[in-house]
């Protein structure tokens, strides 16, 4: 081999997909065979182009295009072999300015090569069981509240970091800025009705979920939301799944919800879909009613907890969910919110109004690191 291909070397490739190129493995012994993904982020979003990636001996790039994939914005691919604590990779990008490094939720530390301005190394951790478990690795998304009873988190879209199905389609502007208005909205709902309160008494959760446009191991397209309910930690338990479908204004047109041992069940605008705890064997074994959730003429959808008042998250005063929603408690407006996330930035800002009692103000600010989602403050 030529000294730019030695061995040890893989050029990640000339086109997106990255080209594979097979080097001989070396014996990884009694380590069991592990994955990590890596996210090679540059400093200014330009014409999507490749790097050229140097391995360890023993290791190589996961095959296939949807594990090593290029934006305007970064490059990201998935690398197989013995468990490790720690491997080091070069990365030569001729002309490309580099940020960091992202692995999980971490910023790797890079060490330049004095003697080509080009190229850095950094050590990855190759520990994964899966490929499927790197896919923090490629979101940026964060946490507002994992609590008992409810996880919920936000992703963070940027129109520079398309992958996948969303490399061909129009930028989803409405619905990225509707779902975040929409998720505050249903944490607000879940907690005021006791539905968190109920599911954690239980052991279970609701998690509010959003879509991501980067992830080509989980293409969420068509835009969707998710407001889910596990019975019991996590998605390992039993679960009710809805696929909350939205449209270029934001509103919820059509819920897919997959159920445990059901497989999907479809809903569309006036059908209630109940959702139920697995506990015990009323309602064909799906246990308990836990809520109705039913999809409205507006776009919105209405949230009634088997007891109290139903509420709902409504269009706004344009009507429409693009630029706020409106959160309804028996039919009369209680909250008004509405959200800006500010992605090149790191930072989301939730503006409530109290309809119902102007007290119930509050504007909050969320910063969290733009490049993993982690909150910072």
């Keep these: 081999m030529s000294g730019a291909l030695t061995r040890r070397t893989l050029i990640a490739g000339a086109s997106a997909a990255g080209l594979a190129l097979t080097v001989p493995r070396a ?77 999980q939720d971490t910023r790797l ?18 520990t994964q069981t899966s490929a499927d478990a790197n896919q923090p690795t490629l979101q940026v998304w964060s946490f507002p509240e994992n609590v008992s009873g409810m996880n919920w988190r936000i992703e963070h879209n940027d129109a520079d970091r398309v992958a996948g199905p969303w490399t061909t389609v129009p930028w989803p502007a409405g619905e990225v800025k509707s779902v975040v208005h929409q998720l505050v909205a249903a944490n607000y709902i879940c907690h005021a009705s006791g ?19 980067n992830n080509t191991l989980h293409a969420d397209n068509p835009p969707h939301w998710h407001i889910s309910y596990n019975s019991g930690r996590d998605f390992n338990a039993k679960t009710h799944n809805p696929h909350l479908w939205l449209d ?66 409504a269009a706004g005063r344009d009507g429409t969910l693009l630029e706020e929603v409106t959160v309804l408690r028996d039919n009369a407006p209680w909250l008004r919110i509405a959200t800006v996330d500010r992605v090149k930035f790191g930072v989301t800002a939730f503006e409530v109004t109290g309809l119902a009692d102007p007290s119930e103000s509050v504007s909050r600010v969320l910063r969290y690191d733009r490049l993993t989602g982690v909150i910072t403050r």
């Design 109 to 126: 530390a890079l060490r330049p090569d004095p003697a080509d301005g080009d190229r850095f190394t950094f050590t990855l951790p190759v």
């Design 248 to 313: 270029r204004e934001g509103k919820n047109f059509y819920n897919g919800m997959d159920v445990t041992g059901l497989g999907r069940l479809r809903y569309y605008v006036g059908d209630p879909a109940p959702l139920y705890d697995f506990i015990g064997t009323d309602n064909g074994g799906r246990g308990n009613l836990t809520c109705t959730m039913t999809l409205r003429e507006d776009g919105g959808i209405d949230l009634a907890a088997p007891t109290g008042p139903t509420y709902a998250i």
């Design 195 to 213: 539905l968190v309160a109920t599911a954690a008494a239980k052991g279970h959760r609701w998690v509010l979920m959003g879509f991501e446009t």
């Design 27 to 103: 014996a990884s012994g009694a380590e069991p065979t592990a994955y990590a993904a890596f996210r090679v982020v540059r400093t200014r979003p330009d014409t999507p182009s490749v790097p050229e990636i140097t391995l360890p001996a023993g290791y190589s790039i996961l095959a296939g295009t949807r594990y090593s994939v290029a934006s305007r914005a970064e490059y990201y691919t998935f690398v197989v072999g013995p468990r490790s604590t720690g491997i080091e990779i070069a990365v030569r990008w001729p002309d490309v300015a580099v940020e960091t490094v992202v692995h």
